[in-house]
Protein backbone atom coordinates (compact mmCIF):
# COMPACT_ATOMS: atom_id res chain seq x y z
CA UNK A 1 0.00 0.00 0.00
CA UNK A 2 1.55 3.23 -1.10
CA UNK A 3 0.58 6.87 -0.69
CA UNK A 4 1.16 9.75 -2.98
CA UNK A 5 0.08 13.50 -2.37
CA UNK A 6 0.58 16.24 -4.32
CA UNK A 7 -0.34 19.71 -4.37
CA UNK A 8 1.52 21.66 -2.40
CA UNK A 9 3.34 24.96 -3.49
CA UNK A 10 3.68 28.54 -2.95
CA UNK A 11 0.34 30.97 -2.78
CA UNK A 12 -0.36 34.52 -1.71
CA UNK A 13 -2.23 35.41 1.78
CA UNK A 14 -5.68 34.33 1.08
CA UNK A 15 -5.49 31.84 -2.16
CA UNK A 16 -6.44 28.85 -2.20
CA UNK A 17 -4.40 25.53 -2.82
CA UNK A 18 -5.82 21.68 -3.20
CA UNK A 19 -3.84 19.29 -2.11
CA UNK A 20 -4.69 15.70 -3.28
CA UNK A 21 -3.62 11.91 -1.92
CA UNK A 22 -4.53 9.04 -3.55
CA UNK A 23 -3.49 5.44 -1.98
CA UNK A 24 -2.68 2.55 -3.84
CA UNK A 25 -1.70 -0.91 -4.00
CA UNK A 26 -3.77 -4.30 -2.91
CA UNK A 27 -6.34 -3.07 -0.56
CA UNK A 28 -9.81 -4.36 1.11
CA UNK A 29 -10.99 -0.89 2.53
CA UNK A 30 -9.66 2.45 3.18
CA UNK A 31 -11.04 3.62 6.92
CA UNK A 32 -9.76 6.87 7.16
CA UNK A 33 -7.76 9.48 5.48
CA UNK A 34 -6.49 12.88 6.67
CA UNK A 35 -3.98 15.60 6.45
CA UNK A 36 -1.64 16.57 9.14
CA UNK A 37 1.09 19.20 9.15
CA UNK A 38 3.98 19.93 10.51
CA UNK A 39 6.38 23.06 11.04
CA UNK A 40 9.80 23.13 12.31
CA UNK A 41 10.42 22.44 15.98
CA UNK A 42 6.44 22.14 16.90
CA UNK A 43 4.85 18.18 16.58
CA UNK A 44 2.98 17.35 13.73
CA UNK A 45 -1.01 18.34 13.98
CA UNK A 46 -4.34 17.26 12.80
CA UNK A 47 -5.33 19.54 10.20
CA UNK A 48 -8.61 17.45 8.35
CA UNK A 49 -9.56 13.61 8.70
CA UNK A 50 -12.56 11.87 7.12
CA UNK A 51 -13.83 8.35 7.48
CA UNK A 52 -15.15 5.95 4.87
CA UNK A 53 -18.78 7.09 5.70
CA UNK A 54 -17.89 10.71 5.08
CA UNK A 55 -17.85 11.98 8.25
CA UNK A 56 -14.85 14.76 8.37
CA UNK A 57 -13.42 16.34 11.10
CA UNK A 58 -11.01 19.63 11.11
CA UNK A 59 -8.94 21.76 13.32
CA UNK A 60 -10.44 24.61 14.86
CA UNK A 61 -7.76 26.81 13.00
CA UNK A 62 -9.07 25.64 9.62
CA UNK A 63 -12.89 25.56 10.25
CA UNK A 64 -14.69 27.47 7.67
CA UNK A 65 -11.32 27.67 5.78
CA UNK A 66 -10.42 24.16 4.85
CA UNK A 67 -12.79 21.30 3.27
CA UNK A 68 -11.63 17.66 2.71
CA UNK A 69 -13.52 15.40 0.30
CA UNK A 70 -12.94 11.48 -1.12
CA UNK A 71 -13.70 10.17 -4.33
CA UNK A 72 -16.47 7.30 -4.45
CA UNK A 73 -13.63 4.49 -4.25
CA UNK A 74 -12.69 6.29 -0.85
CA UNK A 75 -9.15 5.89 -1.98
CA UNK A 76 -8.51 9.58 -2.91
CA UNK A 77 -9.10 12.82 -0.72
CA UNK A 78 -8.58 16.13 -1.62
CA UNK A 79 -8.10 18.80 1.17
CA UNK A 80 -9.30 22.27 -0.34
CA UNK A 81 -7.27 25.19 1.55
CA UNK A 82 -9.04 28.40 0.83
CA UNK A 83 -8.15 32.19 2.40
CA UNK A 84 -5.24 30.48 3.21
CA UNK A 85 -2.66 32.56 6.37
CA UNK A 86 0.67 32.59 6.91
CA UNK A 87 0.31 30.25 9.80
CA UNK A 88 -1.26 27.42 7.27
CA UNK A 89 2.55 27.27 5.97
CA UNK A 90 4.05 23.82 6.57
CA UNK A 91 4.93 20.43 5.62
CA UNK A 92 1.63 18.61 4.96
CA UNK A 93 1.13 14.81 5.18
CA UNK A 94 -1.35 12.25 4.00
CA UNK A 95 -2.81 9.82 6.20
CA UNK A 96 -4.58 6.68 5.96
CA UNK A 97 -6.05 3.85 8.30
CA UNK A 98 -6.10 0.79 5.38
CA UNK A 99 -7.21 -2.38 5.87
CA UNK A 100 -5.42 -4.21 3.06
CA UNK A 101 -6.36 -6.90 1.25
CA UNK A 102 -4.38 -10.25 1.22
CA UNK A 103 -6.60 -12.85 -0.25
CA UNK A 104 -9.93 -15.04 -0.10
CA UNK A 105 -10.49 -15.56 3.71
CA UNK A 106 -7.45 -13.60 5.19
CA UNK A 107 -7.83 -12.06 8.38
CA UNK A 108 -8.42 -7.89 7.75
CA UNK A 109 -6.18 -5.75 9.90
CA UNK A 110 -6.10 -1.92 9.75
CA UNK A 111 -2.60 -0.43 9.21
CA UNK A 112 -1.80 3.19 9.62
CA UNK A 113 0.25 4.90 6.38
CA UNK A 114 1.88 7.95 5.77
CA UNK A 115 2.60 9.32 2.49
CA UNK A 116 5.64 11.82 1.82
CA UNK A 117 5.09 15.35 2.52
CA UNK A 118 4.19 18.51 0.79
CA UNK A 119 5.40 21.93 1.18
CA UNK A 120 3.16 24.61 1.25
CA UNK A 121 3.82 28.18 1.84
CA UNK A 122 2.00 31.07 2.19
CA UNK A 123 3.69 34.66 0.93
CA UNK A 124 2.36 37.58 2.54
Known amino acids: VQLQASGGGLVQYGGSLRLSCKVSGSIFRTNYMGWYRQVPGKERELVAG???????DYADSVKGRFTISQDDTKNLAYLQMNSLKSEDTAVYYC???????????????????WGQGTQVTVSS
Open 95 to 113: NANVSPYYGPGSKLRRIEY
Open 50 to 56: ITNDGSA
